[in-house]
């Protein structure tokens, strides 16, 4: 049995802020980072960017350089997957056997791509760590044919990366337009214009049958019986909180915290896309999937650990790089009721305000990285409005 402390499983984004608050903020107990993959906790965004191109090697993925964890006494434990929780015992248990005792636990396991039972192909991959991004870099090259199930921002960062890289692409989305639910079916028609210009072939509304071939896909077959050969398939439909192993204490879907990380058990917190966050303005609780908030929430589980505020959870906010194009939003486009365009899509430099009831609660920027802050600013003083008005009635 390990020594006891704060054990942080899963050594991603939210794992690493948590243990570099906890250190820089004085805690000076045992600490340990669990986590599945053999790696010391990397970055993920450019997998399906500048590292799928081969235009940076993974070694610029790593947080920290190696020394760093022994200079900061965090003692990686790599290659060793938790599968069982005992709140009770205050123990972990991993997949080699070994068990972990904790005095406080942070569970930040990330999401886990989602799959679809017809495709297990042989070609056919997700992209979710440096081993997915591995395989797929290696089976892309010029003329290969590549179709990418999903048209969300992980199946176009591939398209557009593996357009770069020469192959022949066709992005296949079952709704009218891509992002619909989260920009709108107009922005999104954008996204789909951008990529057809680019030489994606862009299929909309098209309902996946069938997959054809042996050992390896050889073709797609949509609802209405068009066939789309192919090389390589990428399934990119989205992720699942990787808490599958805390199905016993009712996480399977992620785990409820507060703002403070907590969870509802005893001295347990959690953190990032395994996390299911307390949205203020809906009152419930929801996965949040950005990079942004990820780091936010280990670092504010590291506070509460420590018994400092965490502070306020700033509005969602996520970026997503194509075709040499920086794409920014923040806040929640969702609850909008009204939008305000400043520039000019077909010249792909453009500004979208969200708005809902004349108060902004969401911005969205391409092409204009400067811009983002002042939308930010706008949602953030559109919130203190809101809240002001509640607060008065
Ligand atoms: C390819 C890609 C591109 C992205 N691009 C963007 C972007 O452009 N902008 C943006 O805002 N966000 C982006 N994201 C999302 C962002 O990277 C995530 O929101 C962020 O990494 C979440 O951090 P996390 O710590 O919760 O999980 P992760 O960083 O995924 O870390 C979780 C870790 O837990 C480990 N683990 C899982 N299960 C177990 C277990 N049972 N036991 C031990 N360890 C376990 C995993 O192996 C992993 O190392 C991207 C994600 C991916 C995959």
Partial sequence: MKKRGVLIVGGGLAGQRAAETLRRRGYEGALRICGAEPFAPYDRPPLSKRVLAGEVGEETLAYRPRDWYR???VELALGERATALDPRGHTVRCESGARYRYDRLLIATGGAARRLPFLTHRNVHVLRDLADARALRAALAPGVRLAIVGAGFIGQEVAATARGLGAEVTLIEALPAPLAPILG??????????????????????????????????????ADGERIGCDVVVVGIGTVAATAWLAEHGFAAGIPIDAGGRSPL?????????????????????????????????????????????????????????????????????GADATQLDGDPAGRDFEVLFTRGGVPVAGLAVGRPAAIRTLRRQIQDGARAVEREELAV
């Fill in 185 to 222: 079916e107009e922005i999104g028609g954008w996204f789909a214009d951008l990529h057809r210009e680019e030489g994606v072939d862009v299929r909309l509304g098209a309902a996946l049958a069938e997959a054809r071939g042996g050992a390896a896909v050889e073709e797609l077959v949509l």
């Fill in 266 to 334: 005893p001295d347990v917190f959690a953190a990032g896309d395994s996390a299911l966050s307390l949205d203020p303005a809906s009152g419930r609780h929801h996965r949040t999937e950005h990079w942004e908030a990820a780091a936010w929430q280990g670092a504010a589980a590291a506070r509460t650990m420590l018994g400092e505020d965490p502070g306020t959870p700033p509005p969602p906010a996520f970026w997503s790089d194509q075709f040499g194009l920086r794409v920014q939003c923040v806040g929640d486009p969702r």
């Fill in 71 to 73: 200079e900061n006494e």
